[in-house]
């Protein structure tokens, strides 16, 4: 049985807000005179939660755009190594959601052809999402394309040995296949050689 992976609530983007919001409530529905000491801690949480709020926020303006951002979506290749993998006989595997991105497939395919490189970006997830999955990304030209996720079955299996790579800024690219006519395009991506480069990669990060 395929196991959906997701994140825990202290890694999902909007819980520190929840929180303070959730404090902030608490803490004005305590009347300070008949509750003195619990007012006062509840008080001090939400200090000291807005304060590494405002740090996080200062600390991300300074480091500007994440690539990938929180979410998995990459916005260009750039500083970025690609690993390529070989192309396989294997059966292919389909990406889900992909009615949610015609407009990209379809600029991909007039940009690219309906063989484009995918990039594989591990610890996705859609906007406010808690589901951990596996974004495809197709390139054109100098623009990167989200088009969909990987199946469930597939980031079980390739999500954790996909993140090792992505820790030293590395992302595993493949060939793929836009199918179908517009409005209704799919896609397909070979990874049939991704456990053994996986192997590889895990076999020579062990022996480092």
């Known amino acids: 049985m395929t196991r959906t992976l997701r994140k825990p609530l202290w890694r ?11 404090l902030l409530i608490a803490t004005g529905s305590i009347p300070p005179r008949r509750l003195p000491v619990l007012y006062t801690v509840l008080f001090v ?23 990938p951002d929180s979410a998995g979506i990459l916005n260009s290749l750039d500083d970025l190594e690609l690993v390529p993998l070989s192309a396989t006989d294997a059966p292919i595997t389909p990406v889900a959601d992909t009615a949610r991105h015609q407009a990209a497939l379809e600029s991909v395919r007039v940009r690219a052809g309906a063989s484009p490189v995918a990039v594989l970006v591990p610890d996705a997830t859609r906007w406010l999402g808690l589901r951990i999955r ?3 990304h197709l390139v054109a030209g100098d623009r990167v394309y989200h088009a969909g996720f990987l199946p469930d079955r597939a980031t079980e299996r390739y999500n954790e040995g996909l993140r090792a790579l992505a ?4 992302y595993v690219s493949a060939r793929s296949t836009i ?8 896609l397909d991506v070979d990874l049939g050689a991704l456990p053994a480069l996986l192997d590889t990669a895990g076999s020579e990060e062990a022996r480092a």
């Open 167 to 170: 820790a030293r800024r590395a």
């Open 134 to 136: 596996i974004a495809v």
């Open 179 to 186: 199918t179908g006519a517009a409005a209704r395009y799919g």
């Open 12 to 22: 999902w983007e909007p819980g520190p807000y929840v929180l303070l919001i959730l």
């Open 45 to 67: 949480l939400t200090a000291v939660v807005a304060v590494v709020l405002l740090v996080l926020l200062v600390r991300q303006g300074l480091r500007g755009r994440r690539n």
